[in-house]
C-alpha cells in the first residue's frame, strides 16, 4: 500500500525544501493565528487559523488592513501602536478584534517588526473564553465576599442594636412609672420610699440610655469603617515621615484611655512615604488599639506594647506595632485581615478594622503582615517603599 505525502511534506535529503517550506508548515499548521502585514498595514498573507478567527477567507482577509480588524472607538489608539511596533520592534497585549460577522473576540497578540523587509508578522491568540470564565469567577468571589460580609455586618450591628432596644424600652417603662411617681409627689401624696424609688429610677434610667448611645455610636463607627473601606483607592497622597505618624497615632490612642497599657516606643530613622495621613493615621490607630484591648492574663500588669520604625534590607519604611497579649492562633491569622473576620473559635468578629488596614496599605504598594505566638503577644508590621525621589518634600 503506498502512502501520498503532503504536499506540505519535508525531505531531508531535498536541500531545496529546507526551511523555507519548514517555516511555511508552521505557519500553515498552527493553531494560532498568523497574519503578516506591510509597511502600511495592508495584510498579504494569512494563516488558516487567521481566516477562522476572523470568518472570511483568505482572500477576503488580504483586501483588508490592520486597521479593519478593530472596533472603531479602538482605531485610533491602533493607529499610534502601529507607529510604536515599526519603532520598537515588538509588542504584546489584549485587544478586542471585530469578526466578519460582527461580534468582538478578545485575543492576546505578539507582534514583530521586519521579520523580512516591509513584512511585519502578528500572532493572535483567542481568550475570549477565558475572560468570561474569569469574570465569572470574579463574579462569584465578589458575591461570596459579600456574603461574607453582609453575614459579618449583620452580626456585628445586632449585638449592639439589640442593647438599643432593650435600654429604650426600659427607659420607656420607667418613663412611664416616675410619670405616677411625680404626680404623686407634686401633690404630696407619696410616702418617703417613693422618693428614694424615683431617684434610684432616675439613676438607672441615666445608666440605660448611656448604654443605648454607647451602642448606637458602636453602630455609627460600623457604618463609617464601611464607607471608607468602600473609598479607600485614590485618595490624595502626599510626602510623610512615618515615625512622626506612629508617634501622633500612639499620642492620639493614649489620649483616648480607652484601655490601660504601657507603651515604650522606639523610633529609627526611616525614608519618607507617600500617602494619606489621614488614612495612615488610621492604620495605626487600628493596630494601636486592637493591640491595647488584648490581655495580659496572669501577669498582674498592663498589656506592653512596642510601636517601632526602621527601614528594611528592601530600602522600605517600616513600622511595627508589637504587644504581649494573649496572641492569635495559627489557624486564624491567614484569614485575619478579611472583613469580620474573627480569631478565636466561636469568638466576636474584629468588624473592618484589619480589612481595612489591609486595603490602605495595599493600595499604597506597601504590604502588611501580622506575626503571633499564643500567650506571647502579636505584630503587626507595615511596610511602604520610599518616596519618590522627584516627589514634592522629598530630599534630593
Same mark, same amino acid.
Given at each position: 500500500?503506498s502512502?501520498r ?9 531535498d536541500p ?12 500553515? /499548521?498552527?493553531?494560532?493565528?498568523m ?10 498573507d %494569512?494563516n488558516? *487559523? +487567521?481566516? #477562522?478567527l476572523?470568518g472570511?477567507?483568505?482572500s477576503?482577509l ?7 480588524l478593530?472596533?472603531?472607538?479602538s ?10 511596533l515599526l519603532w ?5 497585549g ?10 468582538r473576540r ?15 508578522l502578528?500572532?493572535?491568540r483567542d481568550i475570549t473564553e477565558?475572560?468570561q470564565?474569569?469574570q465569572?469567577l470574579?463574579e462569584s ?6 456574603g461574607?460580609?453582609a453575614a ?10 439589640a442593647i438599643v432596644?432593650l435600654n429604650? /424600652?426600659?427607659?420607656?417603662?420607667a ?6 411617681n411625680l404626680?404623686?409627689? %407634686?401633690?404630696h *401624696? +407619696?410616702? #418617703?420610699?417613693m ?6 429610677s ?11 448611645n454607647?451602642?448606637?455610636?458602636r453602630?455609627r463607627r460600623?457604618v463609617?469603617d464601611?464607607?471608607q ?8 497622597t502626599?510626602v ?15 489620649s483616648?484611655?480607652r484601655?490601660?497599657a504601657?507603651i ?7 525614608p ?14 487600628n493596630?494601636l488599639i486592637r493591640a491595647?484591648g ?7 500588669a ?9 527601614t528594611?534590607?528592601?530600602?522600605r519604611a ?9 496572641g492569635i *492562633? ?11 473576620a ?9 468588624g ?9 496599605v495595599?493600595?499604597?504598594g506597601?504590604?502588611?503582615s501580622?506575626?503571633?505566638?499564643q ?5 503587626f ?9 522627584g516627589?514634592?518634600?522629598v530630599?534630593?
Open positions: 500500500m502512502i505525502k503532503s504536499p506540505l511534506a519535508i525531505r531531508a535529503d531545496s525544501q529546507g526551511p523555507d517550506l519548514m517555516y511555511r508548515s508552521v505557519f500553515e /499548521g498552527s493553531l494560532d493565528a497574519l503578516i502585514a506591510d509597511d502600511e498595514g495592508h495584510y498579504v %494569512a488558516p *487559523a +487567521a481566516c #477562522a476572523i472570511c477567507t483568505r477576503e488580504l483586501a483588508r488592513r490592520v486597521q479593519q478593530l472596533p472603531p472607538e482605531v485610533g489608539y491602533l493607529n499610534d501602536a502601529w507607529q510604536a520598537v520592534g515588538r509588542q504584546s489584549e485587544f478586542e478584534i471585530v469578526r466578519s460577522t460582527g461580534d478578545i485575543v492576546e497578540y505578539t507582534a514583530t517588526a521586519s521579520i523580512a523587509p516591509n513584512r511585519h502578528s500572532i493572535f477565558r475572560k470564565l474569569e465569572r470574579a468571589e465578589r458575591l461570596f465576599f459579600l461574607t460580609m459579618g455586618m449583620g452580626h456585628e450591628i445586632n449585638n449592639p442594636l432596644i429604650v /424600652g426600659f427607659a420607656t417603662d418613663i412611664e412609672t416616675l410619670k405616677g404626680d404623686a409627689l %407634686a401633690h *401624696a +407619696a410616702p #418617703a420610699e422618693l428614694e424609688e424615683t431617684v434610684a432616675l439613676l438607672e434610667l441615666g445608666e440605660a440610655l448611656d448604654d443605648a454607647d451602642a448606637s455610636d453602630v460600623i463609617l464601611m464607607k473601606f468602600a473609598s479607600v483607592t485614590g485618595s490624595q502626599t510623610l515621615a512615618l515615625p512622626d505618624v506612629l508617634d501622633a497615632a500612639v499620642r492620639e490612642t493614649a483616648a484611655d484601655h490601660p504601657s515604650t516606643r522606639a523610633y529609627g530613622i526611616t519618607h512615604v507617600e500617602a494619606n495621613e489621614a488614612q495612615l493615621m488610621q492604620v495605626f490607630t493596630l491595647a488584648t490581655t495580659d492574663e496572669g501577669r498582674g498592663p498589656v506592653a506594647i512596642r510601636p517601632r520604625t526602621y528594611d534590607d528592601a530600602g517600616v513600622a511595627e506595632v508589637r504587644d504581649n497579649g494573649d *492562633a495559627t489557624d486564624f491569622l491567614t484569614r485575619i485581615f478579611e472583613p469580620f474573627t480569631i478565636q473559635p466561636m469568638g466576636p468578629p474584629l473592618l478594622g484589619l480589612a481595612l488596614c489591609h486595603a490602605i495595599t493600595d499604597l506597601g504590604q502588611i501580622v506575626e503571633s505566638t500567650g506571647l503577644g502579636t505584630t508590621r507595615v511596610m511602604l517603599p520610599a518616596a519618590r525621589p516627589a514634592p518634600g530630599t534630593p
